[in-house]
């Protein structure tokens, strides 16, 4: 079990070696480097396809290391059905993406910082889908938002990548706080940390009246990151992006980062009435949402990323039908979904590349310059429709048996899933067929077959849904069946076959491929009369977003121009208000003001020197007539306490006190003599009274603060303690200088920290001052020698 937990472990940490490796790789290598660092993510595919036979038994591995016991906070991994196979899907399309990273992006001056990133996004996702602390799940949650604003705006040197990468961050990361605010609530509803242990709690969590908080707030984090509607606007957005981060993020791992959310969480939320109500209805929405707007498009990738919402939309729906087969339904068309998506964007970008264009309206007639592009394209495109012998035959039959109904919900389901289905037909031949068909177009570029670095990750992907249909006992028994079992909590057996079920789900299979004829055959009308709705229906939730983010900008403007003046001395009178506030408000509403003490008999003439002279010194700043004189005069009252120190058998605190005042009076005098600051005090009468009662409020607040301190029983647990241990641990005899140095190394540390700082901050002020100095003298030298 040790190895086990050590391998796993660094197969976890191979996508981080390879982000750190991949400059100088590409640097020696260039593009060719990709073959190099397309090891890292198949090292970490073949150790956890290891791991399939004995998922597929039923089995669960479990590993990691504990962090802080204390709190149940560890880095541990859970690998059953669902998890395994997301990993595996992540390292294994990880793999041929690095490949096809290295040919899209060959000769790119910023191509290993590319491959930084993707690897840095493929470690993240991979710490998603195989955590069990909730902690280290939510941490890789947010690093997949982190890394996909990194890779959506790579090429940041244009506003729309800009601004997608920012729009992705700010939808994923709103929903990622939410998402966290609902595991908060599973904790304290369950009492548990970790995923393995949660699914045990199924009841409790449905039986407690905090289950409706906790599902919306986990619905906003997933609902996000999968963007359902409304925040499906995100994703085709982010198909700024280059095509290896489209392929990748946003077909096969990223986007369905919430939908393994919800399988996660079915046996722990499912089977309620809010469960089966919102996410059939979100994602039914989603699903007619996303094949329509896809069917308006003319960029091949758009058209891609709008069915790839829609796709989500469908799992989503059917994760929360709760219909016999519809857990199988939603596993069978998770895989079909990442292999012929993952397969098509990358033809769409091979297109691109080739020809310079991915405007469908200007493109035909390729398929005797990019053969095998063409022949990978109806590979995909026909598991897309749904057409046997690929696999997503396979998952539209197993779909139509789950939805298939007489009741009114059933019905109306499966009309929005023929629907969805069947624009994702006509969706799917239009990128394989129209612009290989036809004759042939000008193009900005001459088209000719992308080379093998290009080609094979589709052909590959495209290959594997039909082997996966053809084999299809074999995937149900190590692929689809444990996930379904994973999701259910109960042993599943999926024996869907490319043998045709005469029955509803045959008849609803034909009518999605005649409908789809239909509107393939007219998709140009088609694309008219969506265009003419969407125009009709008005602005939608991207230009909302824009809306919404340009009033919070006016509205922070506003807020700073109120909070944040640019005057010193209303932020510094803000902050006494607050601490006079702190010190005396908690005292006076908890009855826990001190007594007044005896008047002390014991003090000596030498003692009463000491307080006149800190008297003296307070008068002397209250009438100094210029601020020098007023810094020189605050020493003295600095001076007296530091006395007061010694006098009271506390001679390193004296010594200490004595530097502060010491510097502070030479640094203070100095600057204020550079920056020539104003010699009078120009407050009104007013303001100077103001300013007296807060110094006197605050002076008060530590006195009557300092005395009920001083009046609360002592605890000397933590002078035995630093008594005990300071000679032995850290091995110095005098007690405060090893509390200072060792036990509070790391607050002094931060100390010295703010002194430096503030260093060089006055030493800025100095520069900007003499370098001011400088112009006014080069600019009016008369007026400089005058006022010398």
Not at 522 to 536: G, I, S, V, Y
Not at 592 to 597: K, N, R
Not at 754 to 769: C, D, M, Y
Request: with cysteine; proline share 5%.
């Amino acid at each position: 079990m040790a190895d086990v937990t050590a391998l796993t472990f660094l197969a976890l940490c191979l996508p981080l070696a390879g982000a750190l490796a991949a400059p100088f790789v590409i640097r020696i290598f260039g593009a060719n480097g990709a073959w190099l660092l397309a090891i890292a993510p198949l090292l970490a595919f073949l150790h956890f396809l290891r791991f399939v036979p004995v998922v597929a038994r039923g089995e669960v591995v479990i590993g990691g290391y504990s962090w802080v016991p204390s709190y149940h906070l560890s880095f541990s991994w859970f690998l059953d059905g669902l998890s395994l196979a997301f990993a595996l899907l992540i390292t294994g399309i990880g793999t041929l993406i690095v490949l096809y990273a290295g040919g899209y992006l060959r000769g790119h001056r910023d191509q290993g910082r590319f491959f930084s990133f993707i690897f840095l996004f493929m470690g993240a996702m991979l710490g998603v889908v195989v955590s069990d602390s909730f902690l280290m799940f939510f941490i890789f949650w947010e690093l997949t938002s982190i890394t996909s604003f990194l890779l959506i705006g790579f090429d940041h040197e244009r506003e729309a990548a800009r601004r997608a990468a920012l729009q992705a961050l700010v939808v994923t990361g709103g929903g990622g706080l939410c998402l966290l605010a609902g595991l908060l609530l599973l904790w304290n509803i369950s009492g548990v940390t970790e995923m393995s242990q949660l699914i045990r709690f199924g009841d409790a969590v449905r039986e407690s009246p905090l289950y409706l908080a906790a599902l919306i707030l986990v619905l906003g984090g997933a609902f996000t990151k999968s963007a359902q509607f409304p925040f499906h606007f995100w994703l085709p957005n982010a198909m700024e992006a280059p095509t290896p981060v489209s392929a990748y993020l946003h077909s096969a791992t990223m986007v369905k980062a919430g939908v393994y959310l919800l399988m996660r969480l079915n046996p722990v939320m499912g089977e309620t009435p809010a469960w089966e109500i919102l996410l059939p209805f979100f994602g039914g929405l989603t699903l007619v949402a996303g094949t329509a707007l896809a069917i308006r498009q003319t960029d091949l990738k758009l058209k891609l990323a709008y069915t790839t919402v829609s796709s989500l939309g469908l799992l989503v729906m059917l994760i929360g039908f709760g219909a016999d087969y519809a857990v199988e339904a939603a596993a069978l068309y998770l895989v079909a979904h990442s292999l012929f998506k993952g397969a098509l964007f990358m033809v769409a970008g091979i297109i691109d590349h080739e020809t310079g264009t991915r405007d469908i309206t200007r493109l035909r007639g390729l398929r005797r310059a990019m053969p095998l592009t063409w022949i990978t394209a109806l590979a995909a495109a026909f598991s897309m429709a749904g057409l046997p012998p690929f696999f997503g035959f396979l998952a539209k039959e197993e779909i139509y048996t789950a939805l298939a109904g007489g009741d009114i919900r059933a019905l109306t389901f499966v009309s929005i899933a023929v629907f969805g289905n069947a624009l994702m037909f006509a969706i799917a031949f239009a990128v394989a067929l129209k612009p290989f068909l036809g004759r042939p177009m000008e193009t900005p570029k001459h088209p000719h077959e992308a080379s093998a670095l290009l080609w094979l990750g589709p052909a590959i992907l495209a290959g594997l849904g039909l082997l996966a249909a053809l084999f299809s006992a074999y995937t149900h028994a190590t692929i689809s069946s444990p996930i379904s079992a994973a999701i259910r909590q109960s042993p599943v057996h999926i024996d869907i076959s490319l043998t045709p079920h005469i029955g509803v789900p045959l008849a609803l299979s034909i009518l999605t491929v005649l409908l789809g004829i239909g509107v393939y055959w007219q998709l140009d009308r088609a694309r008219f009369l969506m265009a003419a709705f969407l125009r009709a229906a008005g602005p939608g939730p991207d230009h909302g977003f824009d809306a919404a983010i340009s009033g919070l900008v006016r509205f922070a403007g506003r807020a700073m121009r109120i909070l944040q003046p640019g005057r010193l001395d209303i932020y510094i009178t803000c902050t006494f208000l607050c601490v006079a506030a702190i010190l005396i408000v908690p005292l006076v509403l908890y009855d826990e003001l001190p007594s007044l003490p005896a008047w002390p008999a014991d003090v000596r003439l030498h003692e009463w020197a000491v307080f006149l002279i800190a008297v003296l010194g307070l008068a002397a700043v209250l009438f100094a007539r210029d601020r020098l004189t007023a810094v020189v005069s605050l020493g003295i009252q600095g001076f007296a306490v530091a006395v007061i120190f010694l006098l009271f058998g506390a001679p390193d605190l004296s010594f200490t006190q004595f530097m502060v005042e010491t510097l502070s009076v030479v640094i203070l005098a100095l600057v204020m003599t550079r920056l020539r600051l104003s010699p009078a005090d120009r407050r009104p009468r007013k303001g100077r009274l103001f300013d007296g009662a807060l110094a006197l409020a605050c002076g008060l607040g530590f006195t009557l603060l300092l005395m009920r301190a001083t009046q609360a029983p002592f605890n000397d647990a933590l002078t035995a303690f630093f008594n005990a241990y300071s000679k032995s641990i850290a091995h110095g005899a005098n007690v405060v200088n090893v509390i200072i140095v060792d036990f509070r190394g790391t607050d002094t540390l931060g100390e010295i920290a703010v002194v430096a700082v503030t260093g060089l901050a006055i030493l800025a002020l100095i520069r900007i001052r003499a370098g001011t100095e400088r112009k006014l003298a080069a600019n009016n030298p008369d007026a400089m020698e005058a006022e010398g």
